[in-house]
């Protein structure tokens, strides 16, 4: 059974950064894609970042593109996500998801079968 657990949520400033991480517990994060969603109230849960490292790909939604930045420590067994220049808009929870698909496409909640618990992010001034 895979766990996932976000952390490094918060509040920033616009045009600030934050980073948060999503920690892989109970197999090795090399043999899954990992997506990162966000959702905000009301809304369904949409797909930010991608990344499977043992297909060598990443990929992202057009709303994040040149501002986020998905990353692995294979090591510490931990996806990263890099958000510089924060906007309003980008105020949601975050979770971080794993699946056994290669990334080819962020996907939709139903091509994750783990999820963590979700860290909030809030850019406001």
């Known amino acids: 059974q895979l766990q996932l657990a976000e952390s490094g949520g918060g509040l920033v400033q616009p045009g600030g950064s934050l980073r948060l991480s999503c920690a892989v517990a109970g197999d090795t994060l090399l043999d899954y894609q990992i997506g990162w969603f966000r959702q905000t109230s009301g809304k369904d849960r949409e797909g930010v970042s991608c990344?499977?490292?043992?297909?060598?790909?990443?990929r992202y939604a057009d709303f994040v593109k040149g501002r986020f930045t998905i990353s692995t420590d294979n090591a510490k067994n931990t996806v990263y996500l890099q958000m510089n220049s924060l906007k309003p808009e980008d105020t949601a929870t975050y979770y971080c998801?794993?699946?056994?698909?290669?990334?080819?496409?962020?996907?939709?909640?139903?091509?994750?079968?783990?999820w963590g618990q979700g860290t909030q992010v809030t850019v406001s001034s």
């Open positions: 990344i499977s490292v043992r297909r060598d790909s990443s």
């Open positions: 998801a794993a699946g056994r698909g290669g990334c080819w496409y962020i996907g939709g909640k139903y091509d994750y079968d783990y």
